[in-house]
């Protein structure tokens, strides 16, 4: 005879019971979504314009000479005289760089009944970056260079200093142009705009206007116009939909 499984009313209240008191909504049962989740995506845009605040220049000596070490000392000389008289002008260390040194000597082709090579004179050369932070100098300071034994001077080169405080804004900004656009978005699909699902940041462009970039050879004491940049940033944003 098989047994039968009898339970009494007592048990099935306290079960019952058990199943009305137990915490359900304390439960993370995770979201059932049936088909791809919806979102929208748009881009966001923001810019500023501020005035330049330094200049950037570049200078270099460049001699030769049928003996290397003579070549190398002259260059060695005449360098040294061009960063004295830089920082006598108030340029500290920290704002002058070495760019690059380069000795070599010359190789002429000659044809005689076969190919030689016949070997010229040393070169020898060697250049420095400059910043300059009060631009309101750059026409005094554009003078000293070419006034020193300089074989070449670049710049002018106008530029923003530390933008990092300026990108942080403008990124906000950019998020900010982002949601208003995502907005309109939803508006228009009568859905509501969730909680932001991911921000990739875009490109950072500076372009100098009204500024001058140009290589010096004699000409002093011309006027230096220190112009304007524009900084600019782009996000691409991924938003939820309610």
């Known amino acids: 005879m098989k047994n039968k499984l009898v339970i009494s009313i007592p048990t099935i209240l306290a ?10 909504k304390k439960i993370n049962w ?4 049936i088909g ?23 200078a270099g000596v460049l001699t030769s000479n049928d003996d290397k070490g003579t070549a190398v000392s002259e260059v060695e000389n005449k360098m040294k005289n061009i960063v004295d008289a830089i ?25 005689e009944r076969e190919k030689k090579v016949d070997l010229g004179k040393w070169h020898a ?13 750059a026409s005094e300071f554009t003078s000293l260079l070419t006034e020193l034994e ?14 990092q405080e300026t990108e942080k804004k403008l990124l906000e900004d950019a998020i900010g142009n982002a949601r208003e656009k995502a907005e309109i978005v939803a508006e228009t699909q009568d859905v509501k ?12 462009q500076q372009s100098l206007l009204f500024a001058r970039e140009e290589s010096i050879a004699i ?5 230096m116009e220190p112009g304007s940049s524009k900084v600019s940033k782009t996000v691409t944003v991924t938003f939820g939909v309610k």
Request: hydrophobic fraction near 35%; charge should be negative.
């Open 30 to 33: 995770g979201t059932l979504r």
């Open 193 to 204: 705009l969730g909680d932001i699902i991911s921000v990739s940041e875009g490109y950072q």
């Open 150 to 163: 300089t074989s070449n001077v670049y710049g002018p080169n106008f530029t923003l200093d530390d933008t």
């Open 15 to 24: 079960i019952l019971l058990a199943t009305y008191l137990f915490p359900w």
């Open 87 to 111: 920082k006598a002008f108030g340029i500290p260390n920290s704002d002058i760089k070495t760019e690059s040194v380069s000795v070599y000597e010359r190789e002429d082709e000659i044809y």
């Open 36 to 58: 791809p989740e919806r979102t929208i995506t748009v881009s966001g845009q923001a810019s500023i314009t501020e005035a330049n605040q330094i200049a950037h220049f570049t």
């Open 125 to 137: 050369s060697s250049s420095i970056s400059i910043v300059l932070r009060d631009i309101d100098k």
């Open 219 to 223: 000409d002093t004491g011309m006027p």
